[in-house]
């Protein structure tokens, strides 16, 4: 929990390449993904054509670093 506040607290300050280049291999530890390929990802495709991601997306809400896109209805607490 504590440290998925501090990457969180970082990923606020620097951005996510920030994330990336300084807690990657904590990430890759905990099995955190921040690059998932949500298109080539079948757990990500509704029946409809339409993105639903999964947990491993950092998309997701129940992702440990979850980021709202701009263009969605987000269905998170933040």
Known sequence: ?????????????????????????????????????????????SDHGILDYCERSIYSPSHPLHICLDYSDCSCDS
């Open 1 to 45: 929990m504590w440290a998925q506040f501090q990457i969180r607290q970082y990923l606020d300050m620097n951005g996510l390449d920030g994330v990336v280049d300084r807690w990657g291999k904590y990430l890759d530890r905990y099995g955190w993904e921040v690059d998932h390929d949500v298109l080539g990802c079948r757990d990500c495709w």
